[in-house]
């Protein structure tokens, strides 16, 4: 029988904490755990471990959590755990050559895109944002470039019109885990099959920026419902209204043939808060007052609805 192989890990999201789960419970023996440093999150600020950490901490894995892997130290660290295989999910650190050719078997890394689409931070709210009518999970042998590695194995998930970041994400980590398990069966038993990537169809998903999440109303409705759901969990889509910031959580396209200015009301009720777009409207079912809780329109209207009458707009 084959010993199993000796791994590291690295990773720090959700995304990533599921699939170091799956290798624990797999058995596979991890001789360290890479995950970014504790950053300050919440409203008091405190400085909170990445999901990958606490479920490290949880197992009794060796956590590091270097600023960079360009570190002499570090690197030479890395190279005393002698592993096969280094296996990267939504890391976030760049991985120079002296880590990438370090392990017998490499490194391969878990994206959630059908590459060479959307190679990058973002893949998942870049393939919602751009409509896209399906996405997937790759794995891939990583090398130097970003994410142009050979692929190794793939899953498609089609992306439903009511899909989230939040509800795609949740669906694409429960295909990657087991697509992870294939592999490392296989790398077990020798060399994989790889399919280089087409550079000439890349597209690339860069980090999410807070000042994307600005809802541009002269934008077509199905444009606006898109950037709603690529936005929502994080950092959620917003706008003003009388100089106060507004969070849109969700929300549908709406048929409109009228001619008012994009961002304007142009009516309420128990179905949402209508709003003018560019082309067509677009009907507000959730949305957050700054400082308030999340709230359906119909709640919102019923105690601040003065605010929200029709005729009001939007002002970004």
């Not at 760049?94 to 370090?102: H, Y």
């Not at 059908?114 to 709210?125: C, D, F, K, S, T």
């Not at 169809?201 to 934008?219: F, G, L, Q, S, V």
């Not at 606006?224 to 929502?232: E, G, L, P, W």
């Amino acid at each position: 029988m084959t010993a199993p192989l000796r791994l590291a890990f690295a990773g720090t999201p959700d995304f990533a904490a599921v699939h170091l789960r799956a290798l624990l419970e797999a058995g596979y023996p991890i001789l360290a755990v890479y995950t970014q440093p504790d950053r300050r999150a919440g409203r008091g600020r405190q400085l909170a471990a990445s999901p990958v950490k606490e479920l490290a901490l949880a197992h009794g894995l060796a956590v590091r959590q270097p600023q960079t892997l360009k570190a002499p130290e570090t690197q030479a660290e890395f190279a005393a755990l002698a592993v096969d295989l280094l296996v990267v999910v939504a890391y976030g650190l760049i991985l120079p050559s002296a880590v990438l050719d370090r392990p017998r078997l490499g490194c391969i890394n878990v994206h959630a895109s059908l590459l060479p689409r959307w190679r990058g931070a973002a893949p998942i709210q870049r393939a919602i944002a751009a409509g896209d009518a399906e996405t997937g999970v790759a794995i891939m042998q990583m090398e130097a470039g970003l994410d142009t590695g050979p692929v190794l194995a793939e899953a498609r998930c089609p992306i439903r019109p009511d899909d989230t970041a939040g509800s795609l994400q949740e669906r694409l980590a429960g295909l990657g885990p087991a697509l992870l398990l294939d592999v490392l069966a296989r790398l077990a038993e020798g060399p994989l099959p790889a399919q280089p990537q087409d550079d000439g169809r890349a597209t690339y998903a860069p980090k999410i920026d807070k000042a994307e999440a600005w809802i541009d109303w002269r934008d077509s409705a199905p444009a606006i419902d898109r950037k709603v759901r690529a936005f929502n969990p994080a950092p959620v889509a917003q706008t003003q209204l009388q100089g106060a910031t507004v969070r849109i959580w969700t929300g549908s396209v709406s048929a409109y043939s009228g001619t008012a200015v994009p961002g304007t009301i142009v009516s309420t009720g128990r179905e949402g808060i209508l709003v003018a777009c560019g082309t067509g409207a677009y009907c507000i079912h959730e949305l957050q007052l700054e400082g308030r809780k999340r709230l359906t329109a119909a709640e919102l209207l019923n105690s601040s609805g003065d605010r929200f009458a029709p005729g009001a707009a939007f002002e970004r």
